[in-house]
């Protein structure tokens, strides 16, 4: 289990996102939730370097690098500390 993610607080969660380009981050304790809901792939911006383990992808095809997240379309991925 990951204490950040159990504990119902909402004032420790923050959002981020971009609706023309069509992103949307969610960030919560050392967990990340990027989301491309675009038809095009895109790179998102993931301000956080301690979140750089991928725990779960819906396309095997994700990027991480110093710049962000590159998501194909309708895609998302969970990152978060290289030790969970």
Known sequence: M???LA???MDRVRVHGNEHA????????PIIVACNVATRA????IGRE???????TSDPMIELNARGA????????????AEL
């Open 50 to 56: 301690q979140s750089n383990k991928v725990l779960l």
């Open 2 to 4: 990951i204490p950040s």
């Open 42 to 45: 895109q790179r998102v911006p």
């Open 22 to 29: 069509r992103w949307l981050t969610v960030e919560r304790g």
């Open 7 to 9: 504990d119902g607080r």
């Open 70 to 81: 590159a998501l194909p379309p309708d895609s998302v991925v969970v990152l978060g500390p």
